[in-house]
């Protein structure tokens, strides 16, 4: 791959990590009956890629030398061709040339590749591209990822190309936050931007101490721990050891932000929610962590499968517990074969069938089990954060629709939370950070324990952020 190639083998991971639902917006539509014929239908998974520009106020990975270490700068396809607006880039499988029709969109050429870019067993990946700077990072966001029925067309099919991506919505909203840092922290420090430190320190597996908000030894040895695991630093006596300074800060905020989607490197092979009877997605290995690991805790658990701790992190007792179902359903036969331990499509598929024949044979579930899952034919997550019927129930403005939030998340909807638990009593102040940490999450606890939202603090769902808890968190301001 030439110096001028557009990504690295990895640049479709860049829009694959915090995937937004599908939009309503309505699209330009393309007619079909102008397509020649010729083509071959196929199914495509398309998602979005992008250019970073070093000025933009919003990156994915928090600033612009990081996404380009992961996105290249963006000059010319894997063809040689200079991008433009809608190019497309397609398996190996997909010469150079080739047309493919997306529905609502038009019909695009392929001129770029990419390593995360693999043909699936029932369908093919798919990546536009989505324009430079913040604009084309909020259309690739905005799009995600799309499940359609396209048509192949040969590179000798005379199809004329009609992708026009600028009618796509690119919402400023759809931006992530900035950079979660905004300051280099050291030995003495103290204040919220410690605290997010150390609840991001602890979350990754690297901090067990207590989160105080002051830097002091444990802080700098949690950090020197994650600075010898990036390779950045191998001495506890080497300069810079302990100090979360801008490199240090570069790497480990790319490290949240892959944490917080643990479906990153499996986002094409994930399968889709309406095939899908446990509400967890394939992708999670040793290291995983996150409310995608505690239910599957859960669900081995109550399989007889997992007998530990509903930590969230993915470690050797869970790799265990996996490789113990992944042995006794025929999909390994020792720990030594790929795959082991991890919980991938197959293993997932596997789980789902098999929960799925408890279901048809009326077997009662154990009871945490039953929590997590609902009814057997949608296999969607039984929890009270639901979108409310009830119109008169009470807001703060916070969610839309059944939109929740959670541990990990970030931006201006989890500060506004923290104002509104700092003005009901459930959060000190000073604790507004925008990010969603252990503190946040055991305030909302506490007042979904107070309002029997919850039936413990076990469920999958306790300390998550959703319509109900917002309703009451309303009622108890306007009382105040």
């Known amino acids: 791959m030439s110096a001028k190639t557009f990504r690295n083998p990895t640049a479709t991971l860049l ?62 396809g894997a063809s040689g061709k200079e991008v433009y607006p809608g190019m497309l880039a397609a398996p190996k499988s997909y010469p150079f040339g080739t047309k493919v ?32 700077g913040e604009e084309g990072l909020a259309r690739a966001l905005q799009w995600g990822m799309r499940r359609v029925e396209g048509i192949i067309y040969s590179p000798e099919t005379a199809v004329e190309e009609s ?56 802080t700098k040895d949690a950090v020197f721990a994650f600075q010898k695991s990036v390779g950045l630093i191998a001495a506890p006596d080497q300069y810079g050891a302990g100090v979360f300074g801008p490199k240090t800060r570069t790497l480990f905020e790319g490290k949240v932000v892959a944490a917080k989607d643990i479906s990153l490197k499996t986002a094409a092979s994930a399968e889709t929610p309406e095939s899908s009877v446990v509400p967890v997605v394939a992708g999670l290995h040793d290291g995983s962590s996150g409310l995608a690991v505690k239910k599957l805790q859960i669900i081995l658990a109550n399989l007889g499968y997992f007998d530990s701790e509903f930590s969230g992190y993915f470690g050797p007792e869970t790799t265990a517990a996996v490789i113990a179902f992944q042995k006794n359903e025929g999909i390994i036969s020792d720990e030594q074969n790929p795959g082991a331990g991890v919980f991938g499509p197959k293993t997932k598929k596997q789980l789902d069938t098999f929960i799925a024949a408890l279901q048809e044979k009326h077997e009662d579930l154990p009871k945490e089990l039953a929590l997590l899952l609902d009814a057997p034919e949608t296999g969607k997550i039984a929890s009270d954060e639901v979108a409310p019927t009830e119109p008169e129930l009470p807001t703060l403005g916070i969610l839309e ?24 009593g459930y959060l000190p102040n000073g604790h507004a950070t925008g990010y969603y940490g252990e503190k946040t999450r055991q305030a909302v606890l506490k007042l979904q324990e107070k309002h029997a939202l919850i039936p413990n603090t076990e469920v999958a769902w306790a300390g998550e952020f959703g319509n109900k808890t917002e309703a009451v968190l309303a009622q108890e301001l306007q009382q105040a």
Request: one cysteine or more.
């Open 401 to 424: 629709n059944s939109e929740k939030l959670s541990f990990g998340a970030t931006g201006e909807k989890v500060a506004l939370l923290q104002e509104k638990l700092i003005a009901a």
């Open 163 to 218: 992708l026009a991506i600028h009618n796509l919505p690119a919402p400023q909203t759809a931006l992530p936050s900035p950079q979660l840092f905004a300051h280099n922290l050291a030995l003495g420090d103290q204040g919220a931007e410690v605290e997010k430190l150390q609840e991001q320190l602890a979350e990754l597996g690297f901090l067990s101490a207590a989160v105080t908000g002051n830097y002091e030894a444990q």
């Open 15 to 76: 829009c694959a990590i915090f995937f937004m639902a599908m939009n309503s917006a309505t699209l330009r539509t393309f007619a079909e009956d102008a397509l020649p014929e010729g083509g071959r239908a196929q199914t495509l998974v398309v998602s979005a890629y992008y250019s970073p520009l070093p000025d933009q106020a919003h990156y994915l990975r928090g600033n612009y030398e990081a996404e380009v270490k992961l996105n290249g700068r963006g000059t010319n």
């Open 101 to 132: 029709y997306i529905p609502g969109l038009g019909v695009g050429t392929v001129q770029d590749r990419g390593g995360a870019i693999i043909d699936g067993a029932d369908y093919d990946r798919i990546d536009i591209w989505m324009g430079q």
